[in-house]
């Protein structure tokens, strides 16, 4: 399983709609639910958490510098097109690692 984690600034509305538009990337590839789980964090929050993945931001990606994970930034959280062309190549290459 791939974990991945929404970063945004207080972890609440934004940060769910951002999980939601992962989600639907995520199933357009035909990924399972099985295969994947998406976490949404503030960035205090999420200096603590142990995802495989991290998207946020690049104002927020700054802090997130010594973590051990992808850090994926885009421009616009909530353009499903731009997170699509940002993680699937990063998603893929976990999920094959973790095979």
Do not use: W
Not at 48 to 69: G, N, Y
């Amino acid at each position: 399983m791939v974990k991945l984690c929404a970063v945004c600034g207080m972890g609440l509305g934004s940060g769910l709609l951002v999980k939601m538009g992962i989600e639907r990337v995520l199933e357009k590839h035909g990924i399972s639910r099985k295969e994947f789980q998406v976490e949404v964090a503030d960035i205090s929050t999420a200096r603590s958490m142990r995802p495989d993945i991290f998207v946020t931001t690049s104002e927020f990606a700054k802090s997130l510098r010594e973590v051990d994970a992808e850090v994926i930034t885009v421009k616009n959280l909530f353009d499903e097109n731009e997170i699509d062309a940002a993680i699937m190549d990063v998603f893929k290459k976990i999920q094959n690692e973790n095979k």
